[in-house]
């Protein structure tokens, strides 16, 4: 690897695969994995890998080609590398992927349960990516279905239209817009991404351009098939959006209802519950994912459903 630069700075790598690289001071607590898991797939993601002492690896098809990232924690420091077309853009955009353009001190915890999963959590940032279609696709397929079917498509997919990684070919890159367009309808089925899931996609991945420079909640539900729920999944993940809440979650009403209120709700009485933290709602809710309290179970678990059989 070169030689570290001085933070904020870039480096240039030496020929041979060497990646750039960029040592960022971030001048908040940032905990990478808290903060970016959001944006993996499952364990499996093809995209998306976590090492055991903590570096996360992250590959992306960016504006300006293909592109590999990886963060490590020095310290106060974040030590980004990247490889490929895109080392660069993805170099730029390590701050707002982290959360600098977050603002936790604006938000106030009003129940003791929130209060106390901030408290544990500091380093929970809301970030952003910059790349609307690419967290539009893993969104989509996750719609009224269980994660675990979601992420198998998104894995076989990414496998077979995705391209190796520059400097860790362990990884896929996602597939261009253009890419998505292509796949035949054999390949959606043998990924177990039914035929509306399929055309939800390939019709937004026909106006991708189009959504990157414009990603409000209309634009994005004025295409078909994208509903609240997946406006708010690629809005959190896309442009950071701190206050997206996932209205529709199978599970989300539950333990916001059961953790604020001691009681199951719906949508309605989740909105209901968050509405004091208007500004920061879907903060409340990842905070809960981490440290709230899930109702009690009173049925089977659903079953993982295999649409290839079908």
Same mark, same amino acid.
């Given at each position: ?10 480096? !240039?790598?030496?020929?041979?695969? !060497? ?15 808290? +903060? ?25 098809? +960016? ?18 590398? !990247? ?9 730029? /955009? ?30 929970? *940032?809301?970030?952003? +990516? ?51 367009? /292509? ?37 994005? *539900? ?8 997946? !406006? ?30 001691? *009681? ?20 409340? +809710? ?25």
């Amino acid at each position: 690897m070169p030689e570290a630069a001085a933070a904020g700075e870039l480096s !240039a790598g030496s020929g041979n695969g !060497a990646p750039r690289v960029r040592l960022w001071e971030p001048g908040f607590v940032v905990d990478l994995g808290l +903060t970016l898991l959001p944006h993996r797939r499952g364990r499996r993601d093809p995209a998306f890998r976590i090492e055991r002492d903590g570096t996360i690896w992250r590959a992306s098809y +960016t504006p300006e080609g293909p592109g590999t990232l990886r963060l490590r924690a020095r310290g106060h420091v974040v030590e980004a590398a !990247a490889w490929g077309p895109g080392a660069d853009w993805l170099l730029e /955009g390590v701050p707002d992927l982290l959360g600098a353009r977050d603002v936790p001190e604006e938000f106030e915890p009003r129940h003791p349960v929130v209060r106390e999963a901030a408290a544990r959590h500091p380093g929970l *940032r809301i970030g952003r +990516t910059g790349r609307v279609f690419e967290a539009l696709v893993p969104a989509v397929l996750e719609q009224k279905v269980l994660g675990l079917e979601a992420f198998r498509a998104w894995s076989y997919l990414l496998r077979r239209f995705g391209r190796p990684a520059p400097g860790n070919p362990a990884l896929r890159v996602p597939p261009p817009p253009e890419v998505w367009v /292509g796949i035949p309808s054999w390949e959606w089925h043998r990924s177990g991404a039914e035929p509306v899931r399929a055309r939800t996609i390939i019709g937004a991945a026909r106006v991708a351009d189009r959504l990157e420079e414009d990603a409000a909640e209309p634009r994005l *539900r004025s295409l078909p098939g994208i509903g609240v729920w997946t !406006a708010a999944e690629i809005r959190q993940r896309a442009v950071g959006d701190a206050d997206a809440v996932s209205v529709g979650d199978y599970n989300l009403p539950g333990l916001v209802g059961w953790s604020l209120a001691g *009681r199951k709700v719906d949508d309605a009485g989740m909105l209901e519950l968050l509405a004091p933290y208007a500004g920061h709602r879907h903060r409340v +809710t990842r905070l809960l994912e981490l440290g709230g309290a899930a109702p009690p179970r009173r049925g089977p678990r659903l079953p993982v459903r295999d649409y290839r059989s079908f």
